[in-house]
């Protein structure tokens, strides 16, 4: 098979390059979770171009966006994007690499955010004859706050979609491939940490202290036999990985009186993440209460699990047979997360993956690059999603 932009037909070559371009210097200035002010602004300013009939602006922090057509009574369809970026330092000598330290998108949220600019230009001509296209640009991805934020935000009352739609680049899968599936498409999951304090006394008489050395070694185990199935053969998993321990000083005189653990809790469905995530916690009092230590326990960065609607994924399905692409339907859902998920409370959802390229660095690495050549085909994809979804309508009429 060709490479996909090679097969394109819906944007031009011309129009493809002014893409490429607008991507690297999206590239060159990277902002993480709740920072995308100037990327926000950024892209306000191409969205105008487009004519849109409404666009909004500082929803949920610095979220926009932009609706194209007047009819609230046919098909309300949303196209999501991200607007954040990662705190790493990028390597490589790319020429629209990041002008900001410890900024980078390395996530592909540059090429993402393209693409979707890439549907807006379409839109200028192309109106919907009934209902409305909104296009979302999300802030906060990365930290699984965006969603939700916006969605406070009373998000719904301005866009009200019925179907709603995102895709994430995919390293390590062929160009040719778009990857999706009915239900669970990405882990839920929640980052916890859990802080023991009891208190310090001299190393040679520990029993006049109280350590959380030996809470932090039991909790450590605890948690490493929580993951379940597999996240390489299992439909339904959850994986429960420590990310950090730290207690007392570099000191050999002194035993310590303070610890604290991280760990990550993943599962495919949110109420096995939640009891999970509880299952935990009382564990970690058990501990506290059984080793005379107070315990404190913080949620970070908690995100659902990202679900897709069978209706929503058969219009995908339907839409890859006039794209480039070739589907690749997923055995299993991805282990990493995603807070699209979260609009599912608004609308039906389908996300989907396009491959990055099989030896493509990997996402939230210093050396990742969105690969230019996916973001014509990509374009195209959602075109063709559109019309998809204006020919179902039609068809009811």
């Known amino acids: 098979m060709s490479e996909p932009e090679e097969m394109s037909t819906k944007v031009i070559s011309t129009e493809r390059d002014e893409l490429i371009s607008i991507r690297h210097r999206l590239h060159a200035m990277p902002e993480i979770s709740g920072e995308e002010r100037e990327t926000a602004a950024f892209i306000h300013a191409e969205l105008v171009k487009t ?17 194209y057509g007047t009819d609230r009574s046919g098909p309300q369809v949303m196209l999501r994007s991200e607007l954040d970026a990662l ?22 949220h540059d090429g993402h955010m393209t693409v979707i600019l890439g549907v807006a230009r379409y839109l200028k001509e192309n109106r919907p004859e009934s209902g409305r296209v909104v296009l979302l640009y999300q802030p906060a991805e990365e930290t699984g706050e965006g969603a939700t934020r916006m969605l406070d935000d009373s998000l719904a009352d301005v866009i009200g979609p019925d179907r709603s739609y995102a895709f994430h680049n995919i390293p390590g899968l062929s160009t040719r491939y778009l990857a999706i599936r009915e239900g669970p498409f990405a882990a839920a999951s929640v980052g916890l940490r859990c802080t023991f304090t009891g208190s310090s006394s001299h190393a040679a008489y520990p029993e006049q202290g109280r350590s959380p050395s030996r809470a932090l070694a039991e909790l450590t185990k605890y948690i490493e036999e929580l993951s379940y199935g597999n996240s390489n053969g299992s439909e339904h998993y959850g994986v429960a990985t420590v990310t950090w321990i730290r207690m007392g000083e570099k000191a050999f005189g002194t035993t310590p009186g303070h610890g604290e653990i991280g760990m990550t809790l993943r599962a ?25 230590l107070k315990v404190e326990i913080a949620t970070h960065e908690p995100f659902r ?16 047979q006039s794209s480039p692409f070739e589907l690749h339907e997923l055995p299993q859902p991805f282990p990493w997360s995603e807070d699209f998920g979260c609009f599912a409370e608004i609308s039906d959802i389908a996300q989907f993956g396009i491959g990055a390229g099989e030896g493509h660095p990997h996402l939230h690495s210093e050396s990742y690059d969105f690969p230019d050549a996916i973001i014509a085909p990509a374009v195209e994809l959602f075109i063709q999603i559109l019309e998809e979804e204006w020919r179902q309508d039609s068809q009811k009429m």
Request: net charge negative; proline share 5%.
């Open 51 to 67: 004519r849109p009939d409404e666009i909004h602006t500082g929803i949920g922090g610095h979220g926009l966006v932009a609706i």
């Open 87 to 108: 705190p790493v330092t990028e390597e490589g000598e790319r020429p629209y690499r990041s002008i900001r330290h410890n900024r980078a998108h390395a996530c592909g």
């Open 268 to 292: 495919t469905e949110d109420e096995k993440l939640e009891e999970m995530k509880q299952s935990v916690e009382d564990e970690s009092r058990e501990l506290g209460r059984r080793h005379s």
């Open 305 to 320: 699990a990202t679900v897709n609607s069978p209706e929503c994924v058969e219009i995908v399905r339907r839409a890859v």
